[in-house]
């Protein structure tokens, strides 16, 4: 029997490249143009993120620090603008800032859309205090007075020129802290503002690094966490608002089956050609 199959398992196990390419790409693109519906489900760490904002009183500072860049867009961007939606609807204050400069523009096309969609306004619900170099200096330095490292907004207009940031000057005037990131800032976050100054902070962060930030979600160093274009999607089943994250899992979700089948008919093939020889 393995003498018949042999010759097929050769051929499935040594199959073009540019045939496999064309399958991953009409996996893709086919779940993004037909839009299926799938179930997502709402996991603890995600859904703990989200209590953590939906319990906060209304008028209280959330300071989003956008630590990505456009690498890493297609999965955090989505993350922010549900988060967004959420601090909007429930009239909290919100700050953006951020660590990677390249970051920034991403955060500013996100709030100018979402800020539409629940009129809200610049300057009196939310700011944007750009970037600043500094990293961990600045992290500990948001400790003790904001203004050392910004005394103005993005646009250079003077921080108590915004009348709710005059009740903002270090971590004990900001309710909670999101870090939005795509490497290690998210470590440093909670390591000198979390672990130094108890300040509340959730994390959201790419697929391939929410692994290494379980360890601080269960020593509950950290308050929640949004992992990847999955945990986007299920923040955007939170606040009732599907989007980029929700019509790209199906996407996702038959790439990684298709990618599983041939490695499975690979890893088959190989062992069976092996036997042979």
């Known amino acids: 029997m393995k003498v018949t199959l042999l010759p097929m ?57 956008i630590d990505f860049d456009p ?29 990677l400069a390249l970051g920034l523009p991403l955060g500013e096309i996100a709030l100018n859309q979402v800020s539409g969609e629940y009129n809200k306004v610049y300057g009196k619900d939310y700011i944007n205090i750009g970037y600043r170099p500094g990293s961990t200096a600045l992290m500990v330095g948001i400790g003790r007075e904001i203004r050392d490292f910004f005394k103005t907004d993005y646009q250079g207009v003077p921080l108590d020129s915004f009348e709710f940031m005059r009740r903002v000057h270090n971590y ?11 490497g290690a800032v998210a470590d ?14 959730i994390v959201g962060c790419t697929g391939v690094n929410a692994p290494n930030m379980y360890q601080y979600l269960s020593a509950q160093q950290i308050a929640g966490l949004i992992g990847g274009l999955q945990g986007a999607s299920e923040y955007e089943t939170l606040v009732e608002k599907p989007g980029a994250a929700t019509l790209g899992m199906p996407a996702q979700s038959t790439a990684h089956a298709l990618l599983i089948i041939l490695l499975i008919i690979g890893n088959i093939g190989f062992i069976l050609t092996k036997k042979k020889k």
């Open 9 to 65: 398992w050769r051929t499935l196990a040594s199959i073009d490249r540019r045939i496999i390419y064309l399958l991953l790409t009409i996996v893709v693109v086919l779940p993004l143009i037909i839009h299926p519906k799938i179930k997502v489900r709402v996991s603890e760490p995600v859904r703990a993120a989200f209590k953590s904002i939906e319990k906060l009183p209304q008028n209280s500072v959330v300071m989003i620090s």
């Open 71 to 99: 690498s890493s867009a297609p999965e955090v961007q989505p993350m922010l603008i549900a988060i967004l939606r959420h601090c909007f609807k429930k009239n909290l204050k919100v700050i953006l800032t951020g660590q």
């Open 172 to 182: 004990h005037d900001i309710a909670l802290l999101v870090t939005l990131a795509h």
């Open 188 to 201: 440093a976050w909670i390591q000198y503002a979390g672990a130094r100054f108890n300040q509340k902070i």
